[in-house]
Nanobody, 125 residues
Framework: QVQLVESGGGSVQPGGSLRLSCAVS????????MAWFRQAPGKEREGVAT???????RYTSSVKGRFAISRDNVKNTLYLQMNSLKPEDTAMYYC???????????????????WGQGTQVTVSS
């Protein structure tokens, strides 16, 4: 199976930057689709960004222009570059992956069979 391990979270001031990484191991499907989700305490899980095996990318509207998702298929690593961070970005961030790519609903959680343990991002003064 596929295992995911996130890293790179931490505490930053508003306007700061962080880069999250997700290391992928195991039996990796050729068409693996990957995504970042986040969840703040007391709130629903929210899709942040996703990237398909063919490179297609989608972002949730609140992070457009600030976050960038990318993947290195040689290193089997997913990244999320987060710039201009805001307090409302504070959440636990989860890496997710699935064997089949999305078409119309990129943040449909049913697409993602594998989940990491999460890495905390805190943005405050």
């Amino acid at each position: 199976q596929v295992q995911l391990v996130e890293s790179g979270g931490g505490s930053v001031q508003p306007g700061g930057s962080l880069r999250l990484s997700c290391a992928v191991s195991g039996n990796i499907p050729r068409t693996l689709c990957m995504a970042w989700f986040r969840q703040a305490p007391g709130k629903e899980r929210e899709g942040v960004a996703t990237i398909r095996s063919d490179g297609a990318i989608r972002y949730t509207s609140s992070v457009k222009g600030r976050f960038a998702i990318s993947r290195d298929n040689v290193k089997n690593t997913l990244y999320l570059q987060m710039n201009s961070l805001k307090p409302e970005d504070t959440a636990m961030y989860y890496c997710a992956a699935g064997p089949r790519g999305w078409l119309w609903e990129p943040f449909d959680s049913s697409l993602y069979n594998y989940w990491g343990q999460g890495t905390q991002v805190t943005v405050s003064s």
